[in-house]
């Protein structure tokens, strides 16, 4: 038979395969930030079921200052638990938000840190509600006060879910959506602000409370967190 040379062979051309993309690690591929997702689901399903006349007196909690014994006390248990559960449900969201807003400069801390400092600033303001309340004010204007402070919270956890979930899923909008839950949380401060003012502005000599309240809740621990994040 005929025999080919090899220099009448085609060069074997070797097949080049694609560049393996980089792993690029995002806060929706942590395990923690799925359970704390799941948890909320849960936590607004749960108090959808057992506490639905909440939802019906968030607003009115958030600006009503009737000074009826009656009207502070007509909750009933389950409004309670749903209560609890919506600012759980709220301080998720927080701690969600930030970590995703803060993901790119501050890797190795997870979510649930995010979520144990929001709680912890949350108990620390009902901490100083109450002694400012027991310092300067009746039990009752104390009450609605932190009543208040209460349907805020719950009112913006509600708010910041669709904004937590955006940022988690879409990272590429976390920046509009990181000014979005900063205009939520400042409004729902501004709504309790004004509930705070008519609770306690009765007289002129009041409005000191007012200005302690604003020094000591409003302004001093977010001077305290900046150091804490910018200055180190």
Known sequence: GHVRSLTTYSELSHGSGHEP????DTPIRSTGTLMMLFTAFLIVAFCYRVGRKYFSTIVENTWSVRRTKNHLDDHTMSETVTMVALIAQALIMEGMIVYCAFFDISSGIDVWTYVGGASIIYVAQLVLFRVIGFIFARH??????????????????????????IMLFFPNYNGVMTIVAIIIYLLARIAFLLKSFRVFYNKIFQCFYFILYLCAVEIVPYLIAYRAIFCN
């Open 140 to 165: 009752i204007e104390t009450d609605l006060w932190i009543q208040g402070f209460n349907a805020s919270q719950s009112l913006m956890g509600l708010l910041l879910s669709p904004v937590a979930i």
């Open 21 to 24: 993309e980089p792993y690029v």
